[in-house]
T-cell receptor, first 119, second 112 residues
Framework: DTGVSQNPRHKITKRGQNVTFRCDPISEHNRLYWYRQTLGQGPEFLTYFQNEAQLEKSRLLSDRFSAERPKGSFSTLEIQRTEQGDSAMYLC?????????????????FGPGTRLTVL | AQSVTQLGSHVSVSEGALVLLRCNYSSSVPPYLFWYVQYPNQGLQLLLKYTSAATLVKGINGFEAEFKKSETSFHLTKPSAHMSDAAEYFCAVSGTGNQFYFGTGTSLTVIP
């Protein structure tokens, strides 16, 4: 399967602990996105990488959140000192080089997500 | 700025009936519009997209959507609902940045 993969699929942690999620995009895709989805809501943008460069960050991405994509392939999203409000599904998506002629994003391909529960 | 509004958080149809899921957008630039489907505990799967070509777009599983600039709409339709269509559907707009802006979703229930 050459789709987007995410690990772990589920994570339960206690408030105050640190957690790290991993995303492996489709291999030829140079763009990678992180979204957060809470119950009854659509995905909300967190951050975007083009290759290893983090080009956009949402104001939703507080100081406790950090994302990396060190070699332009897989990415990690770390949440420090987790809070109950961090409980959500964290989705990763990737898209290919170039996108549409306008330079805007074309189709984003989503992974299955990591569901985080903070107790 | 870009945003989408999905009217109706829950829609129920009988098996074999028409499916109509509504999406209205707001965009400061000509929009690119997408419909995704999400099954329980899974990621989002692309159904179809509009990127300034034909205004009537056909997607997978018999779904289609029509871009209407005058109405700022991109409603999703399917002539005959199947039980397997029961899922959450999200409309999204791609604007001037690289992110997508998603609606709050519409949960489709298909009644046998």
């Amino acid at each position: 399967d050459t789709g987007v993969s995410q690990n772990p699929r589920h994570k339960i942690t206690k408030r105050g602990q640190n957690v790290t999620f991993r995303c492996d995009p489709i291999s030829e895709h140079n763009r990678l996105y992180w979204y957060r989805q809470t119950l009854g809501q659509g995905p909300e943008f967190l951050t975007y990488f083009q290759n290893e460069a983090q080009l956009e960050k949402s104001r939703l991405l507080s100081d406790r959140f950090s994302a990396e994509r060190p070699k332009g392939s897989f990415s990690t999203l770390e949440i420090q000192r987790t809070e109950q409000g961090d409980s959500a599904m964290y989705l990763c998506a990737s898209s290919p080089q170039g996108g549409l002629a306008s330079g805007r994003s074309d189709t984003q391909y989503f992974g299955p997500g990591t569901r985080l529960t903070v107790l | 700025a870009q945003s989408v509004t999905q009217l109706g958080s829950h829609v129920s149809v009988s098996e074999g009936a028409l499916v109509l899921l509504r999406c209205n957008y707001s965009s400061s630039v000509p929009p690119y519009l997408f419909w995704y489907v999400q099954y329980p505990n899974q990621g989002l799967q692309l159904l179809l997209k509009y990127t300034s070509a034909a205004t009537l777009v056909k997607g997978i599983n018999g779904f289609e959507a029509e871009f209407k600039k005058s109405e700022t709409s991109f409603h999703l339709t399917k002539p005959s609902a199947h039980m397997s269509d029961a899922a959450e559907y999200f409309c999204a707009v791609s604007g001037t940045g690289n992110q997508f802006y998603f609606g709050t979703g519409t949960s489709l229930t298909v009644i046998p």
